[in-house]
């Protein structure tokens, strides 16, 4: 797959041109496939087909487990993508079950938390505007157990670096240490307990004075400073 421009689809009897922008490099491919051993994952989840390469390397960490499951969330793989993700995963003799849901992101979430789902590990890599990402994590937080992985994809982009400043100043997750900088790789600590009226304000950092990765770590010191004074006052 990266060693060609050209893809087969589903949609398409001749192979597609692809964009080279839209695909993880084999690094941050190895990375989430690691990730994923590394935690035992067996249910997993990603927001964005596209091309598949995320998907490969996913199916590629769950391929001996015959009772993993893969899902992917993707409105526009067949119209857009024409299919080539599809395509990709169905060359992988895989033991488990993939299933891909044509659907917006909220609607297919909304849908999994209904049916009471649970998932080891969820990679969000789908509308890159702040709050579409929010609104993501929101809902896969709530499929996500305790002790998953949520991965946050391009942490070059200020609307995917400010949202992972939120959810480390405000929800139940940890900062994992990873060697890849355009990934947050966030951990959940437990389920949601906060109050109605909770809120830790944060900084919006400029994207031209520091990686996303140093941004995140400022801002988790920042936190762990103000629950310490916290508890000094009580």
């Known amino acids: 797959m990266y060693g060609r421009g050209e893809l087969r689809g589903t949609e398409s009897d001749k192979p597609i041109a692809i964009d080279k922008i839209t695909k993880i490099s084999i690094e941050q491919g190895a990375m989430l496939n690691k990730l994923m051993r590394d935690h035992s994952v067996e249910r997993s989840l990603e927001i964005g087909l596209a091309y598949g390469f995320s998907t490969v ?9 015959k009772e993993a499951e893969h899902i992917a969330i993707d409105p526009f793989q067949k119209k857009h ?10 060359r992988l003799e895989f033991a488990g079950r993939f299933e891909w849901l044509p659907d917006y992101s909220i609607h297919a979430l ?4 209904r049916k009471k789902q649970r998932f080891d590990f969820i990679y969000i890599d789908g509308n890159h505007r702040f709050d579409d990402v ?6 896969a937080d ?8 949520i991965v946050l ?41 906060r109050n109605w009226k909770h ?23 920042k936190a762990v400073g103000r629950c310490r004074r916290t508890f000094r006052c009580q």
């Open 199 to 221: 809120f830790v304000s944060f900084e919006v950092h400029d994207s031209s004075k520091a990686s996303g990765l140093q941004m995140l770590k400022s801002s988790l010191r």
């Open 142 to 149: 709530q499929i996500m157990r305790p002790g998953g992985l």
């Open 153 to 193: 994809d391009d942490m070059g982009m200020n609307s995917v670096r400010i949202a992972a400043n939120f959810i480390i100043n405000n929800r139940a997750y940890e900062l994992v240490e990873q060697s890849i900088r355009n990934i947050a790789v966030l951990k959940k600590k437990h389920d949601d307990d």
């Open 81 to 90: 993508w024409h299919g080539i993700g599809l395509a990709q995963a169905a």
């Open 57 to 65: 390397w996913m199916l590629d960490a769950l391929c001996s487990l």
């Open 110 to 113: 909304s849908d999994l938390i």
């Open 134 to 139: 929010i609104v993501d994590f929101y809902l």
